[in-house]
């Protein structure tokens, strides 16, 4: 089973510069997960989506922060200005399902991430 | 929201010797416990989890415990090796409504061969 596929890797920007990071789920895999990494902190979620719907995004800065999944496949994350503050790992994962039922339905499996340094 | 607290942040142990980590959460309403392993400069990994309408699970010479009432659950990792050394996550969910995992800050273990 292929994992769950991000690029780029590693990404360098200046500040007020925009990025845009690509996630591919797992096929099969109805909801996704944007979660932001903060060197020394846990992930911290930005947005949910099922299929192509967004479930949750109260923690996305919308001011800069946009999302889409397009088809309820691939999904996009940009950046746009982005600031010092957003120094991270910019973590997909994918999971099944939503809502509860079968073991493992709910566990995600997380991309390697996509790591931005804003100078 | 979900709140999720977890001790230590750092966890130094000898080859050998056990290590356990606490974890916290605000919403009784959660009733699913996942924890995650993540080496350095990798992603995390599901290791075990838990759900509320058991005590305790162990998979090898892991374990995870959970105390509904009192709102917390703990990971044991018994004849601990250098491979242990990581950062666990644990997190804490609803599977019945909008499944969110709220994560913990982390914990770095470092066993020391």
């Known amino acids: 089973e292929a994992g769950v596929a991000q690029s780029p890797r590693y990404k360098i920007i200046e500040k007020r510069q925009s990025v845009a990071f690509w996630c591919n789920p797992i096929s099969g895999h109805a909801t996704l997960y944007w979660y932001q990494q903060i060197l020394g902190q846990g992930p911290k979620l930005l947005i949910q989506f099922q299929n192509n719907g967004v479930v949750d995004d109260s923690q996305l800065p919308k001011d800069r922060f946009s999302a889409e999944r397009l088809k309820g496949v691939d999904s996009t994350l940009k950046i746009q200005p982005a600031k010092l503050e957003d120094s991270a790992v910019y973590l997909c994962?994918?999971?099944?399902?939503?809502?509860?039922?079968?073991?493992?339905?709910?566990?995600?499996?997380f991309g390697a991430g996509s790591r931005l340094t804003v100078l | 929201g979900e709140n999720v607290e977890q001790h230590p942040s750092t966890l130094s142990v000898q080859e050998g010797d056990s290590a356990v980590i606490k974890c916290t959460y605000s919403d009784s309403a959660s009733n699913y416990f996942p924890w995650y392993k993540q080496e350095l400069g990798k992603r995390p990994q599901l290791i075990i989890d838990i759900r509320s309408n058991v005590g305790e699970k162990k998979d090898q010479r892991i374990a995870v415990t959970l105390n509904k009432t009192a709102k917390h659950f703990s990971l044991h990792i018994t004849e601990t090796q250098p491979e242990d050394s990581a950062v666990y996550f644990c997190a804490a969910s609803m599977t019945g409504g909008s499944y969110i995992p709220t994560f913990g800050r982390g914990t770095s273990l470092i066993v020391h061969p």
């Open positions: 994962a994918s999971s099944l399902a939503r809502t509860g039922g079968a073991p493992g339905a709910n566990v995600l499996t």
